[in-house]
């Protein structure tokens, strides 16, 4: 009787064990999920004259580990992607145009500032595109930046045709291809480094002033 009382002891107490430390497991999960957390906000479409233009607001904290990349020097590319569909019911949707743009992030030791290059992506119409280079004091404001897409180019509106339904997705993600090797590997299934949104809407062609 006693042998009895304690194997159902011991097994109570390593159920007991067992589901704490799952519950930790899950706590920690869904911690680390709320801080790397990526969200698409104030997404609209417009059509401005002859243009299609694209306006968003992404939300997300850098992670430790990527800012500590930053700081030693390590470039990070961040990508907008947005593509115009036309709806189909028969089939899947059929893409009529698409366009890219990179954001490259670097600090500056020397100046102790951050750089921030915007073009279009490979291979893309440079006019769907926007070139600029520009320096900021802080990494706050930097990511202000990047975070704030406004008013971007995504297609020529003469190119749509009035009487087809449209919609346009949208996505926002941090390049892990663009990274040098040791990082690409590093990073790999490291929720620090998953950067990435996606977002649609139905596009109006009304024109809008």
Known sequence: MVSITRCCRNG??????????????????????????????????????????????????????????LLKGVPLFFVNEA???????????????????????????????????????AGRDASLGLALNQSFDTLAQVLSAIKRVSRWKIADANELDLNQKYKVEFRFRLDLNQLPRPFQIGALGQSDWDIAATSSSVLVLASQK
């Open 12 to 69: 109570w107490l390593e159920w007991v064990g067992r589901s704490c430390a799952a519950t930790i497991i899950v706590l920690l999960s869904g911690l680390a999920y709320a801080q790397n957390s990526t969200e698409i906000t104030q997404y609209q479409i417009e059509r401005l004259e002859d243009e299609i233009v694209l306006s968003a607001q992404v939300a997300f904290e850098l992670p430790a580990a990527v800012e500590d990349a």
């Open 83 to 121: 593509d115009v569909l036309r709806e189909r019911w028969y089939w899947y949707d059929k893409k009529i145009s698409a366009a890219e743009r990179h954001l490259r992030l670097a600090y500056q030791p020397l100046t102790r500032r951050w750089r921030l290059n915007v073009t279009a992506g």
